[in-house]
């Protein structure tokens, strides 16, 4: 029985030991979502894609889905900054502008639209 006893402590102790020191510490992730505006003054014009808190040298696409269900599209880096601005897309048709921003082979990680009358 006393072996038994040491050996509960022992398991005891290591348990204690394998807690780390910031174990009850709340941890607060500061970084923000990626998100994208888009905006076109009227048919026909440019649009305005503008993108925030993307990953700086990464390669990210810009995909759009006009109006007639044509895509379009262009490929760029966002600023150190993280933000990204894109005005070489035209806005030649009235209706809806999907946007979707997407990481060069990756999972696409903002999205907005904007109707162009």
Known sequence: MKRLRNVAISVAGLALLAIPATAGAKVHNSASAPGCTVSASASPSWL???ASNLTQ???YTIAVV???GA???DVMFPAADGSLTD???PAN???TYSVSIS???GATVAS???DVS
């Open 66 to 68: 006009t109006p007639g």
């Open 71 to 73: 895509t379009m599209g």
């Open 87 to 89: 005005t070489n897309l």
């Open 112 to 114: 907005c639209s904007v």
């Open 103 to 105: 990481k060069m082979k």
């Open 57 to 59: 040298g990464t390669l």
């Open 93 to 95: 048709y009235v209706g």
């Open 48 to 50: 305005s894609i503008n």
